[in-house]
């Protein structure tokens, strides 16, 4: 048998080395280019809460986009916002922000101007894809916190209402404080507080109720909610003298022994009272007839 010997240079064997070596780069190029690999969202903030009139900044960031389409959609109505770079639900508030970055990092913010309280809810950033491809964000829309004051007569009534909305979930845990000091039925035995839900708006409400004011009401009431933090409102309530009654420190003296004697009841939509004993009944209006007297002879 023979054996046929073909003559190499030195220049051949170079290139063979070549070829394979460009063989192997497009194979290692093709198992590793980018187009292979799915996107992938980056992580980010997935509940927002601003409050009402400021803008709000829905972040999404993707990896390895490549050639698909970005999405973002309104959950809570089942609303396409954007498509792409376009927006596709005509408002002058809703604003597609793009940013591309290394790394094949795209931004795709959405950003709401002038926020309301129905634009409170779910969003949904998606993917076009055949597999399910989306990342959720929560935007809770609050009353920016109400800082005001109040001046009333000694003897009125105090009525105040707090009502926080916190999205699509009814916030709880509402609570009134006096000074800094939340106010409890022990140390505000006179004053009334009613809470209730509202389905309709997905809010809360609360009543504080004083059915006659003293000096000692007067001070900085707040009303704030413990799972909505921002949810805040202040007034300065101060108690000052009827312009048309004299003073006379008796009957304050009478207001706040009335006070200790009287528990404050809140049944069925009224206010009630309920003594403790008659005999400290019949000594109070002793002393109430005492003071009209008084203020008859002057």
Not at 70 to 94: A, M, N, P, Q, Y
Not at 215 to 226: E, H
């Amino acid at each position: 048998m023979d054996i046929l010997v073909f003559p190499v240079s030195r220049l051949s064997v170079l290139g063979i080395m070549c070829l394979l070596t460009q063989v192997i780069t497009e194979s290692v190029e093709k198992f590793t280019n980018k187009s292979f690999i799915n996107p992938v969202f980056l992580p980010s903030v997935t509940n927002i809460t601003v409050k009402r009139g400021s803008l709000a900044v829905l972040p999404c960031s993707i990896q390895y986009l490549q050639d698909k389409q970005v999405v973002w959609r309104f959950v809570d109505e089942d609303k396409f916002l954007t498509i792409g770079k376009k927006t596709w639900f005509k408002s002058d508030k809703i604003i597609l922000e793009h940013l591309s970055q290394d790394d094949n990092i795209t931004n795709w913010d959405l950003l709401i101007k002038n926020t309301e309280f129905k634009n409170g809810g779910m969003y949904e950033c998606q993917i076009t894809s055949t597999v399910d491809l989306t990342k959720r964000v929560q935007l809770n829309v609050l009353e920016t916190t109400i800082k005001g004051d109040r001046s009333i007569d000694r003897g009125e009534r105090i009525y105040f209402v707090c009502n926080v909305t916190g999205g699509p979930h009814i916030p709880t845990d509402i609570t009134w404080y006096k000074d800094g000091r939340p106010i409890t039925s022990r140390e505000f035995p006179h004053a009334v507080i009613t809470k209730y839900k509202s389905s309709v708006n997905n809010s809360s409400i609360t009543e504080f109720i004083v059915d006659r004011s003293v000096f000692s009401d007067t001070g900085v009431y707040t009303c704030k909610s413990k799972t909505v933090e921002t949810a805040e409102a202040q007034i300065l309530l101060q108690i000052g003298d009827t312009v048309h009654v004299k003073r006379i420190p008796v009957f304050e003296d009478l207001k706040e022994e009335k006070r200790e004697e009287l528990s404050a009841v809140y049944s069925s939509g009224s206010l009630q009272t309920s003594s403790s004993s008659n005999n400290t009944s019949m000594s109070v209006v002793i002393k109430f007839v005492f003071i009209l007297l008084t203020l008859i002879n002057r």
